[in-house]
């Protein structure tokens, strides 16, 4: 991945609200004003989860 030139363009970036939380029912993680999902990270679907594996539902099951 090539790193995209840098101070082209100053917009400001888009918001999405500052007092957001999780949409998933009693999750109160408060979401990024720059986030626009409607879930935190841990709720997010699957395809936006970025995680190295460190807590796959594998590696939770093996540990408890
Ligand atoms: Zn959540």
Redesign the pocket.
Known sequence: MRATSAGRARRRPKTYGDERV?A?KR?E?RLSRYNRET??F??APTKYRRMRGEFTAEYSSRNS
């Open positions: 999780c998933e999750c993680t879930f935190c841990a709720h």
